[in-house]
């Protein structure tokens, strides 16, 4: 049975950091990208950051430069690492999973960016 749980969300003023925990159990990041994705109130859920299978990382445009996404494939974890937040990045935000067949989702966690 696949499980991802969240972590690392909070409320935070404009400027801080935040570091997001993404652990899994069932599948493994090192045989399958593990992605970030958030989804304000009434917005679609977007992508944010990815990491590869081999460790190669993308992001979103409003993320690049002040996220960065990693990976510790000994303890299968994802982790997004925000600087520099902004109000627009208070969220909801998910871990996601995929194996070429189904598709996981964590429960979230959420962000809030005070100004």
């Known amino acids: 049975q696949v499980q991802i749980a969240e972590s690392g969300g909070g409320l935070v003023q404009v400027g801080g950091s935040l570091r997001l925990s993404c652990a899994a159990s069932?599948?493994?990041?090192?045989?399958?990208?593990g992605t970030w994705f958030r989804q304000s109130p009434g917005e679609q859920r977007q992508m944010v950051a990815s990491?590869?299978?081999?460790?190669?990382?993308i992001y979103d445009g409003t993320a690049k430069g002040r996220f960065t996404i990693s990976r510790d494939t000994a303890n299968n974890m994802v982790y997004l690492q925000m600087n520099s937040l902004k109000p627009e990045d208070t969220a909801v935000y998910y871990c996601?999973?995929?194996?070429?067949?189904?598709?996981?989702w964590g429960q979230g966690t959420q962000v809030t960016v005070s100004a």
């Open positions: 069932g599948i493994t990041f090192s045989h399958n990208a």
């Open positions: 990491i590869s299978s081999l460790g190669f990382p």
């Open positions: 996601h999973v995929a194996d070429g067949i189904n598709v996981y």
